[in-house]
């Protein structure tokens, strides 16, 4: 099994910065893939963005140009570097990591005020 533990979230001005990070633990050797989704109250939840062991990454139209993901290998975690946030980026932001299945950390709220 895969445990994902996610961190960095809170409220912030809009056109402020947030980092979030998720740390993955457990079964880690056969991920190829971790990302973000969000889901914003009311609706559904979207895919943000992924970044695979190849590094190859992929981005929501939504965020392109003002959210980044990395990650640090050595400590099995990746980080969603979001800039010029606005009040439509507000939601709870789920970490994934994907083997054979997709496993879900357990959310983050971020919430951007205008």
């Known amino acids: 099994q895969v445990q994902l533990v996610e961190s960095g979230g809170g409220l912030v001005q809009a056109g402020g910065s947030l980092r979030l990070s998720c740390a993955a633990s457990g079964s880690i050797l056969s991920i190829n893939a971790m990302g973000w989704h969000r889901q914003a109250p009311g609706k559904q939840r979207e895919f943000v963005t992924v970044i695979t062991s190849g590094g190859t990454t992929n981005y929501a139209d939504s965020i392109k140009g003002r959210f980044t993901i990395s990650r640090d290998n050595a400590n099995n975690t990746v980080y969603l570097q979001m800039n010029s946030l606005k009040p439509e980026d507000t939601g709870v932001y789920y970490c994934?990591?994907?083997?054979?299945?997709?496993?879900w950390g357990q959310g983050t709220q971020v919430t951007v005020s205008s």
């Open positions: 994934f990591a994907q083997d054979t299945l997709h496993h």
